[in-house]
């Protein structure tokens, strides 16, 4: 398949939207969303159906509307030509700075028109025609987006909200014009009060000047608000899209060659010094320093990284000076990668929204109806033409379900943007549907509930050992082992004695005796670590001392390393993979949302056990010593008795149980396998922010809904109230604008989510 983006111009409402998309999946092969907030259609197509992109832009602009393919930049040149500037962009003149200007001139030349008509008092004699001078450019100009949407559109057979719109302002302005020059109302002298409904009176001599006025004003004021929101909804992608490096000080022949970061190549070597960003990912090959990833992860406190580590491009080096090798560049980077899956999910469509675009299909045509029928039936019912003109324009305009187009794409829009600056990557628009659903959540347990990583976690001495001198003769031996026991243990015997690895002693004659442990001599002393069959095959006394300690360790699931020196047994360490301190809150955090956490590991029930204890699991809701192609028939088991389950894990053995769960959640700093098969990425690898991820996309669809129900909800309310003469044409203008405020503002407090 080819995927394209087309930049989408002149959408003005739900109806735009739904029409261009209708067109567009009607050609063979093609598979088109149309996304009204970030005015983009991203179409797919076979590549043997015969379809190409300029076909697809000439149909989009045979229905009024303007379309261009969106290419990503060329890599930049090492040296712009001389003379060359910055060229200008399509930001450097942007929709609200048009729409501002055209508001501020009609505001200026409405307000007056709006104040004769309100307060008599103010109606001098003749004052009706400075009326008709200053609301003639209101509804010419100003209106003219409105009025140029309504004829491009019935051109092609079609009715949008701009069709309500221009009719509505045309109808009462028409009218005015020939109450002045044919009927009574250009007399001088002539009077006219004020009311918020329609009231009877002489279609001759009433005008609606201040109407045609108003609801442009109105309506003008509504869609700057909202161009404005929709700039600010789409922030924390932008800020995501402005986060890496422009160029980077590349290490070539030794010395230091500063070139753009598109000239980066994987395996070259680059120079970041304090305050500077990371240009792309890849992993420290010299020096140390503490590193500040708070956009990507929304982890505030800097990490520190040293040779070896990982480092991602977009993150802020803090302190020291660090040479980097590059690992993946361009495209292939996290933060690129991060930036994609936001716009797709921004671009994608929920449900609720294709239910919403199939409302504003039908709902133009049927509202134009209602204002037929409206006028007709109040000229039979009363014969009175003004009555029953006020109320057709009233419904035109009330009825403009302008709202209904912005309610999803706002919402998703702030609310994956917001997710993004936390570290919660929403892969797409269905995945919140599924949230609002699940009611189990599995997680598994190494590198999701615990570290992934052994640690030393307790220290038993046998009889008057000294614990000290039993870490540092241990710690000393192991440290010459690379197995991830000895490491644990040389860590923390490092740690609790207060030094660096490097400062332990260094052993004399080391050996590795394989699947038993470590021998050597450290500081004169014959040291043995590693199981009881190491200890008791170099006939060490006092083995029984230390069996208990052993059984005790094992029981609460630890890996026990037996360390004895001098031909005695002198204590136990006991080794483990390490919850993470996080977890228990974790866990309280998932139940305190409904949910019912499982753990799923492949180690012993003893250890399964031991983590579930720590962080507040039932023992049975644990399932042990499961194969990694097990871990799918956990998933469908548990939805087989009914139940919804979102899957929490980070390896390439949990990328299967993840597609098969209802709603897969990846930790970001597990394998690409885990994070391509799961709906939403947690970036940090802190299970606490599943529970924020569930309540962001909850919260997410949730404001949809909210949105949904305001924008249609309210033009169902006012369309009988306006059908019935009991709401004013401007009145109805400055509600029907104002609602599309209150979607987007409502939408814009997910920016406040924490």
């Not at 990833?293 to 803090?318: I, K």
């Not at 020196?565 to 204590?571: L, N, Q, S, T």
């Amino acid at each position: 398949m080819t995927e394209v983006e087309l930049a989408v111009g002149g959408m003005t409402c739900a109806s735009c939207s739904s029409r261009i998309e209708k067109k567009l999946n009607r050609m063979e092969g093609v598979t088109a969303t149309v996304n009204l907030a970030t005015e983009k259609a991203k179409v797919s197509f076979g590549e043997g159906e015969g379809v190409a992109v300029a076909q697809l832009i000439a149909l989009v602009e045979k229905l009024g509307y303007t379309a261009e393919e969106i290419v990503p930049p060329p890599p930049e040149p090492l040296e712009p030509p001389p003379g060359t500037g910055p060229a200008p962009t399509t930001a450097d003149i942007t929709e609200p700075d048009t729409l501002r200007q055209r508001l501020i001139v009609s505001a200026v030349l409405s307000l007056p028109v709006v104040l004769l008509a309100m307060i008599p008092a103010l109606q001098f004699d003749s004052w009706q025609w400075l009326s008709l001078t200053l609301a003639a450019p209101v509804v010419v100009w100003g209106g003219l987006p409105f009025h140029r949407a309504a004829f491009t559109n019935l051109r092609h057979g079609a009715a949008t909200m701009d069709t309500l719109v221009s009719v509505g302002t045309l109808a009462a302005f028409g009218w005015s014009l020939w109450a002045l020059f044919v009927g009574d109302a250009g007399i001088p002298g002539m009077r006219h009060g004020f009311d918020f409904t329609a009231s009877p009176g002489d279609g001759a001599s009433t005008i609606y000047l201040e109407v045609a006025a108003g609801v442009v004003t109105f309506i003008l004021l509504g869609r700057w608000l909202e161009a404005r929101s929709k700039q600010k909804a789409g922030s924390a992608l932008r800020a995501l899209l402005e986060l890496g490096a422009k160029d980077v000080a590349v290490l070539r022949d030794g010395t230091e060659q500063r070139v753009p970061v598109g000239r980066l190549a994987v395996g070259d070597r680059f120079v970041v010094r304090p305050g500077e960003t990371v240009a792309t990912d890849g992993t420290v090959v010299e020096g140390a320093s503490a590193v500040e990833a708070s956009m990507l992860t929304g982890e505030s406190v800097p990490v520190d990284v040293g040779v070896d580590a990982a480092v991602t491009g977009g993150t802020v080096n803090v302190s020291g000076r660090l040479v980097v090798r590059a690992t993946r560049v361009g495209s292939d980077t996290q933060l690129a990668r991060m930036a994609r899956l936001v716009e797709d999910a921004q671009t994608g469509k929920a449900q609720v929204q294709r239910l919403a675009d199939r409302i504003a299909g039908v709902f133009v045509p049927t509202v134009l109806l209602i204002a037929v029928g409206t006028l007709g039936g109040w000229l039979g019912a009363t014969g009175d033409a003004t009555a029953a003109f006020t109320a057709a324009v009233a419904v035109l305009i009330i009825a403009c379900p302008c709202a209904l187009g912005l309610a999803t794409p706002t919402a998703l829009m702030v609310g994956t943007g917001r997710g993004a600056q936390l570290g919660i990557l929403i892969k797409g628009p269905e995945v919140l549907e599924s949230t609002r659903r699940v009611d189990t959540v599995v997680l598994d347990k190494t590198g999701t509930v615990t570290t992934g990583r052994m640690e030393l976690t307790d220290v038993h001495v046998a009889g008057d050992t000294q614990e000290r001198l039993l870490l540092r003769l241990a710690g000393a031996l192991e440290h010459a082992s690379e197995h991830p026991v000895a490491r644990a243990v040389t860590a923390g015997a490092a740690e609790r004695l207060g030094l660096a690895a490097g400062e332990l002693p260094t052993p004399e004659r080391f050996e590795n005796v394989a699947g038993a442990g470590v021998r050597g001599t450290v500081e004169g002393h014959e040291v043995l670590a590693g199981r009881e069959r190491l200890l008791a095959e170099a006939g060490v006394t006092g083995l029984e001392a230390v069996a208990k300690l052993r059984d005790d360790a094992e029981a609460a699931g630890r890996t026990a390393v037996l360390v004895a020196w001098d031909g005695a047994a002198r204590g136990v360490l006991a080794v483990a993979d390490a919850v993470k301190e996080t977890s228990a809150e974790a866990v309280r955090e998932l139940r305190s949302l409904g949910l019912t956490p499982v753990l799923l590991t492949g180690d012993n029930q003893a250890v399964a056990r031991t983590v579930a204890d720590a962080v507040g699991i039932a023992p049975d809701a644990v399932f042990a010593e499961v194969l990694p192609q097990d871990k799918v028939d956990v998933v469908r088991r548990l939805q087989g008795e009914g139940k919804v389950v979102a899957m929490v894990g980070d390896g390439v053995n949990d990328a299967a149980a993840l597609a098969t769960a209802d709603l897969g959640l990846a930790m970001g700093t597990g394998t690409d396998a885990a994070i391509e098969a799961s709906d939403l990425t947690l970036v940090r690898g802190d299970l606490r922010v599943a529970a924020d991820a569930i309540r962001l996309s909850r919260k997410t669809l949730a404001t949809i809904k909210g949105n949904l129900f305001w924008a249609f909800g309210y033009n169902v309310a006012a369309l009988p109230l306006a059908a019935a003469g009991l709401l004013n044409p401007m009145i109805a203008g400055a509600a029907m604008a104002f609602s599309s405020v209150f979607v987007v503002t409502n939408s814009l407090r997910l920016r406040t989510f924490t």
